[in-house]
């Protein structure tokens, strides 16, 4: 088991920035993690992924605003969001993969306004 606790969201304006943060309660150390995001009436959708090694990879509609990096040391996983955009709009949540079990945070809620 493990918890994963979210923080950094809020509200910002259209071309703002962000800085998302999660914590876990275990060592990260060699662990994939990743981000994801949930809008209203939306599924759940995939936003960014860093693996153990520390290779990065993003969907298409993030690629050059958002940045996923890692602090093995502290546990820690960021995201940096900038240009964000309304339809960036969601709740935000951490994952990590450990022996196969994706575990989730509960999530942190960013709002762009237009």
């Known amino acids: 088991q493990v918890q994963l606790v979210e923080s950094g969201g809020g509200l910002v304006q259209l071309g703002g920035s962000l800085r998302l943060s999660c914590e876990a309660s275990r060592s990260v150390f060699n662990v994939d993690m990743g981000w994801y995001r949930q809008a209203p009436r939306n599924r759940r959708e995939w936003v960014a992924g860093?693996?153990?090694?520390?290779?990065?990879v993003y969907t298409d509609s993030v690629k050059g605003r958002f940045t996923i990096s890692r602090d093995n040391a502290k546990n820690m996983v960021y995201m940096q969001m900038n240009s964000l955009r309304p339809e960036d709009t969601g709740v935000y949540l951490c994952s990590a993969t450990y022996d196969g079990v994706l575990f989730w945070g509960q999530g942190t809620q960013v709002t762009v306004s237009p």
């Open positions: 860093i693996t153990g090694g520390g290779s990065t």
